[in-house]
């Protein structure tokens, strides 16, 4: 039996700043909590086949997993609660501007 | 120190501008990321966790205040105001957006910098010693040669698609401060009745698979270094592994095919390389010479530094511990270090630079060094200066006495920063260096080096550490391996790994138990710790990391 499929994100960075981005439903998000979440393999690996198109916006396409919160995304990996963030040791990144 | 000439200029120029070209294409679509990634790369421009990154070379790790200046300048302009110096004598920014970075590269070129083939399957930024022409211990300067090693590997044709990356380092003093021994090549100048030449040293390494370098040659007449050089990297080129990244770096070349036979191919290759250099890299050399002339070392009274050091403590600390022996009387090498206790170690804000730049003009005859142990040198200042030094030092955080202790850490960027890294770096160096700060213990402790790397591939150096420690993840949990007794010196050795890993918050106190298994065993103030490491092994000091398993055994 294959491994059951868990929510995920198509996460990239962004070809200009080269900060960490999410797809939406229609263009990318810097914010995880507006990115589109999937639920169903299938569609999972079209955002993605779509998001890695996108050669002169976006960089590293992948699909991220998270784990829901009621329906806010939330990491499940440290990788990507630093990629969420920025830096431990200055308030640089994400945080930034948080 | 090497000043551009004009065919320098315009070859810069000409990059820059075909690399220009290159990011406007990628910008406008043209240029996919498989087809630019490598142009990028051979530029010295990674895309990282949270941004690009920028790594400049520092050739050999010398710099003047000009350029210093000028770095500061682009950490304010196109950055986040500093720059992070790495353990490979670079210096990287962490936030540029790709649109800058032809204009970081012309701001670099306009002080003769660039960051040419910082990354990428090439020869990379030569690295010396940082004390070059200013130690007391030392042979020659070893920095012509880097500068002929660096104009031969810029650009060469036959080496711009290598098996992986390739390292080069030089040393011109038996007490060897560049890690000689843990690069693709190392070299060591070395005298045979009055003859100038060196021994080569190859397939040393960190990463994955530690290896300390075997001498391949231990008398290579000077004028033989460049054709040399170009046989062993060609050999290599040739037969190295394609199919494995890992199994790529000549270290591995050496392992499976035995040094012998390496040496048989490279003299196989010189035979035949050695007739097409018609000697002009030695005329060349000649001319390097003379721009790493000595400076103008001025003689006067050194009263003010005895003054100084007898009346007041915090000098006194400070001179204790980050001066050097010089070649000239009454000079010091200073060491700046730019790791104060909970401070990312090797980062230096442009404030910072621009202070360092001004001391070096106004004390140090105009040159800085960076140091492969992420500090930066003054490596001329005369004795009588040091107390007005020190004085300024202090105004911008840069006068913490603590070099070669064990606040001094190594740590690589790791995963705040870096895409490849397995595990974080830079806060484990700042909770060791605090807490040994509170403890007030670390000039108790001696010499003891500490080296961290996020994750295999070693840039941390953590193999060569007396104490190495080794960021993993572990079932998606930080976990730090700790390896002791590691030696990055003329007597290199790797670690040996203690045992399981810890995780962020056990590891500090088990840092702690072994410094303490130290201080209870050493014979005295004056045996260090490696040198205690040596004389016991592992086994106390394994005791000590885990005492979980002492009481399980009683």
């Keep these: 039996m294959s491994k059951s499929f868990t929510p995920k994100v198509v996460t990239a960075n962004d070809l200009l700043k080269g900060d960490v981005i999410y797809q939406t439903a229609n263009g990318w998000t810097r914010d995880l909590a507006n990115a589109e979440i999937l639920t169903d393999e299938a569609h999972a690996d079209l955002r993605l086949i779509e998001g890695s198109q996108q050669i002169a916006d976006v960089v590293g396409v992948y699909l991220m997993d998270i784990a829901l919160d009621g329906t806010a995304p939330q990491t499940t990996h440290f990788r990507e609660a630093f990629r969420a963030k920025g830096p431990s040791n200055y308030v640089h990144g994400k945080q930034e501007v948080a | 120190m090497y000043t551009y000439n004009d065919f320098d200029k315009s070859f810069i120029a000409t990059r820059n501008s075909q690399f220009r070209d290159q990011v406007e294409r990628r910008i406008d679509g043209s240029l996919t990321e498989d087809e630019f990634k490598p142009l990028r790369l051979m530029n010295g421009l990674y895309l990282q966790l949270h941004a690009y990154m920028l790594r400049v070379a520092i050739p050999y790790g010398t710099l003047n205040g000009g350029q210093m200046r000028q770095l500061a300048f682009i950490a304010d302009k196109w950055d986040k105001g500093y720059g992070h110096f790495t353990t490979r004598q670079n210096i990287q920014y962490n936030w540029p957006e790709l649109r800058d970075v032809p204009d970081m590269l012309?701001?670099?070129?306009?002080?003769?910098?660039?960051?040419?083939?910082?990354?990428?399957?090439?020869?990379?930024?030569?690295?010396?010693?940082?004390?070059?022409?200013?130690?007391?211990?030392?042979?020659?300067?070893?920095?012509?040669?880097?500068?002929?090693?660096?104009?031969?590997?810029?650009?060469?044709?036959?080496?711009?698609?290598?098996?992986?990356?390739?390292?080069?380092?030089?040393?011109?003093?038996?007490?060897?401060?560049?890690?000689?021994?843990?690069?693709?090549?190392?070299?060591?100048?070395?005298?045979?009745?009055?003859?100038a030449g060196f021994e080569v040293i190859v397939g040393g390494g960190l990463g994955r698979t530690p290896m300390i370098g075997k001498v391949i040659t231990n008398f290579l007449p000077q004028e033989d270094l460049l054709p040399y050089l170009e046989s062993v990297v060609s050999v290599w080129n040739q037969i190295g592994r394609r199919d494995n990244k890992y199994k790529a770096r000549i270290k591995i070349t050496v392992h499976e095919h035995g040094i012998e036979e390496i040496r048989r191919l490279v003299n196989e290759r010189f035979a035949?390389?050695?007739?097409?250099?018609?000697?002009?890299?030695?005329?060349?050399?000649?001319?390097?010479?003379?721009?790493?002339?000595?400076?103008?070392?001025?003689?006067k009274a050194k009263a003010v530094f005895k003054d100084a050091y007898h009346s007041d403590p915090i000098f006194r600390s400070w001179a204790d511990t980050n001066l050097s022996a010089h070649k000239a009387d009454g000079y010091s090498i200073v060491s700046i270090s730019i790791k104060k206790q909970g401070d990312t170690p090797g980062?230096?804000?442009?404030?910072?630079?621009?202070?360092?730049?001004?001391?070096?003009?106004?004390?140090?005859?105009?040159?800085?060094?960076?140091?492969?142990?992420?500090?930066?040198?003054?490596?001329?200042?005369?004795?009588?200066?040091?107390?007005?030094?020190?004085?300024?030092?202090?105004?911008?955080?840069?006068?913490?006495?603590?070099?070669?202790?064990?606040?001094?850490?190594?740590?690589?960027?790791?995963?705040?920063?870096?895409?490849?890294?397995?595990?974080?770096?830079?806060?484990?160096?700042?909770?060791?260096?605090?807490?040994?700060?509170?403890?007030?213990?670390?000039?108790?402790?001696?010499?003891?080096?500490?080296?961290?790397?996020?994750?295999?591939?070693?840039?941390?150096?953590?193999?060569v550490g007396h104490i190495g420690i080794l960021g993993l993840d572990r079932a998606g949990v930080e976990n730090y391996q700790v390896t002791l007794g590691g030696d990055h010196t003329e007597t290199a050795k790797v670690g040996d790994r203690a045992g399981h890993g810890f995780t962020a918050k056990e590891l500090v106190p088990a840092i702690e138990r072994v410094v303490d298994a130290y201080l209870d065993l050493r014979t005295g103030k004056d045996e260090e710790f490696i040198e205690t490491y040596r004389r016991l092994g592992l086994a106390p000091f394994k005791a000590a990391l885990y005492p979980e398993a002492q009481a399980d055994a009683a």
């Design chain 2, 347 to 463: 980062d230096a804000t442009s404030d910072q630079m621009r202070l360092m730049a001004d001391l070096a003009e106004t004390y140090g005859h105009n040159e800085l060094r960076i140091s492969h142990e992420q500090n930066v040198i003054l490596p001329h200042v005369h004795k009588s200066d040091l107390p007005a030094l020190h004085a300024a030092l202090k105004e911008q955080d840069l006068a913490t006495a603590n070099i070669g202790l064990i606040s001094d850490i190594i740590a690589c960027p790791g995963m705040d920063y870096c895409a490849l890294a397995t595990a974080r770096s830079i806060p484990i160096a700042q909770e060791i260096a605090t807490r040994f700060d509170d403890l007030k213990l670390e000039h108790e402790i001696g010499n003891l080096k500490i080296k961290i790397s996020g994750c295999i591939n070693a840039c941390g150096h953590h193999h």
């Design chain 2, 106 to 195: 012309d701001a670099l070129a306009e002080v003769g910098m660039h960051a040419i083939q910082t990354s990428g399957n090439t020869i990379r930024n030569v690295t010396a010693d940082h004390f070059a022409g200013a130690s007391a211990d030392e042979i020659a300067d070893p920095r012509p040669v880097a500068e002929l090693i660096r104009q031969w590997s810029t650009d060469h044709p036959e080496f711009q698609f290598m098996p992986r990356k390739f390292k080069i380092a030089i040393t011109g003093s038996p007490n060897d401060r560049a890690v000689t021994r843990a690069h693709d090549i190392g070299l060591r100048m070395v005298e045979k009745d009055g003859e």
């Design chain 2, 272 to 299: 035949i390389v050695k007739g097409s250099f018609s000697g002009i890299d030695q005329v060349r050399l000649a001319q390097y010479k003379t721009h790493f002339a000595a400076p103008d070392f001025t003689v």
